[in-house]
């Protein structure tokens, strides 16, 4: 059984950084398909960064430049470092994984939808 558990999230004005971070239980995600994704109550999951099993990072239009995707595999753990955040980064987080996917790319559009997911973590951007 793998267990994913976002931490990290909160309340900062724009402009401000947070660091949130995905912690997996139950399996070795070195080289597993990882992904952040995020959603607002009334729309659609949508992906914010990918990570393919070759470390190779993909990122939404929205984010690319200001959030960066990385893992460190020794802590088995997922990290999203934003930047420079925006109110209409406001969203639940969630931490997706799995162990075989098609590619960063893909995986970020959730073709398929991933299996493993995490519970979420709020941030909240004022301006």
């Known amino acids: 059984q793998v267990n994913l558990v976002e931490s990290g999230g909160g309340s900062v004005q724009a402009g401000g950084s947070l660091k949130l971070s995905c912690a997996a239980s139950g399996a070795v995600i070195g080289q597993w398909c990882m992904a952040w994704f995020r959603q607002v109550p009334g729309q659609a999951r949508e992906g914010v960064a990918s990570?393919?099993?070759?470390?190779?990072?993909v990122y939404s239009e929205a984010v690319k430049g200001r959030f960066t995707i990385s893992r460190d595999k020794a802590k088995n753990t997922l990290y999203l470092q934003m930047s420079n955040l925006k109110s209409e980064d406001t969203g639940m987080y969630y931490c997706?994984?799995?162990?075989?996917?098609?590619?960063?790319?893909?995986?970020?559009?959730?073709?398929?939808?991933?299996?493993?997911w995490g519970p979420g973590t709020q941030v909240t951007i004022s301006s």
């Open positions: 997706a994984a799995e162990d075989l996917c098609w590619g960063p790319t893909t995986f970020l559009q959730q073709k398929p939808e991933p299996e493993h």
């Open positions: 990570l393919g099993s070759d470390d190779k990072a």
